[in-house]
């Protein structure tokens, strides 16, 4: 077997690993499945955060989202595609249950490459 093609089966079985993994778990964090907890669900000694910690937070998302912009603006047709198909999976299947954050998640993810796609050069 080629070396490109074992690098491209290497990479495709990491994304599946990848991706089963968070299929089995529903996302699952430090807190447990999605379903078995909601955001308000948090721990009561937890200190609420200021106005000025949330600004801060709405600040640096801003800048994550004109950064990653700007890398997908440079990347590969390949790996914008690999975004539009992370994008489709984790879409709700016939079936399940629509999760508003999970597809507002999935929307963001299609409008980042959209947005790149301005600043691509031809």
Do not use: C
């Amino acid at each position: 077997m080629a070396k490109e093609e074992m690098d491209r089966t290497d990479r495709l079985r990491q994304r599946y690993q990848a991706l089963s993994r968070w299929e089995n778990e529903g996302g699952a964090g430090a807190r447990g499945r999605q379903d078995e907890w909601s955001p308000g669900d948090v721990d009561s000694d937890a200190p609420q955060l200021t106005n000025t910690e949330l600004m801060q937070l709405r600040i640096r998302v801003i800048a994550l989202e004109n950064l990653m912009i700007s890398l997908l603006a440079r990347t590969s047709d390949q790996e914008l595609e690999l975004v539009r198909e992370m994008a489709a999976y984790i879409s709700p299947r016939p079936g399940f249950t629509h999760h508003p954050m999970t597809l507002h998640a999935a929307a963001q993810m299609i409008s980042l490459v959209e947005r790149a796609d301005q600043f691509r050069t031809p």
